[in-house]
């Protein structure tokens, strides 16, 4: 049974840098998938932050790019997430994921979010 | 950025009623459209993946349809446990993108 579980600081100071740890059991990351974060501000939609293949392929939200950092320790089965400069806008519930690709007929469909991790509140606030 | 529309925002409905949640993305997506349902406190669950494909588990109640840029997610017979709220996603070219939501309560 796959499972992720979020760790890390759940109060960060104004303008200080935001570090999420996900760890993963039940899977070997090692063996494939992309692995990823979202957020989500209380009352409002998901937003995807960044996603990684090991770490040889990242892509990131162009919104946030300037300030994520997303990394994948295999040995460790685990990967993060670094946000620097945090502000009140990115106090949300911060979920770790997993990005499988699918293959129903012919067409490969990537960036499906199968497995979820709880999600960790995290606020901005002095 | 692909912006994702779901209309109604809320819907009130009554056991076994058939609902229908409606996703609109700002540009054509073909078929990489994907569904999650989340209740209060929970993180989001893989119903429907490709527009119209199962996630594994997911009640045969659930169905989805669309390409382009309209897409419907269909409960055909609304149950207790379905009550939560429903997103919509693009996995069509990142950044991708959520709808902001369907909240199905109680009528």
């Known amino acids: 049974q796959v499972q992720l579980q979020e760790s890390g600081s759940g109060l960060v100071k104004p303008s200080e840098t935001l570090s999420l740890t996900c760890t993963v059991s039940g899977y070997s990351i090692s063996s494939g998938y992309y692995w990823g974060w979202i957020r989500q501000p209380p009352g409002k939609g998901p937003e995807w932050i960044a996603s990684?293949?090991?770490?040889?392929?990242?892509y990131y939200n162009p919104s946030l790019k300037s300030r994520v950092t997303i990394s994948v320790v295999a040995s460790k089965n685990q990967f993060s997430l670094k946000l620097s400069s945090v502000t009140a806008a990115d106090t949300a519930v911060y979920y770790c994921v997993r990005g499988i690709e699918v293959v129903p007929a012919v067409t490969v469909y990537k960036d499906v979010f199968d497995m979820w991790g709880q999600g960790t509140m995290v606020i901005v606030s002095s | 950025d692909i912006q994702m529309t779901q209309s109604p925002s809320s819907l009130s409905a009554s056991v076994g009623d058939r609902v229908t949640i409606t996703c609109r993305a700002s540009q054509s997506i073909g078929t990489y459209l994907n569904w999650y349902q989340q209740k209060p406190g929970k993180a989001p669950k893989l119903l429907i993946y490709a527009a119209s494909d199962f996630y594994t588990g997911v009640p045969s109640r659930f169905s989805g349809s669309g390409s382009g840029t309209d897409f419907t997610l269909t409960i055909s017979s609304l149950q207790p446990e379905d009550f939560a709220t429903y997103y919509c996603q693009q996995s069509y070219s990142p950044p991708l993108t959520f709808g902001g939501g369907t909240k199905v309560d109680i009528k």
């Open positions: 990684a293949f090991y770490s040889e392929t990242t």
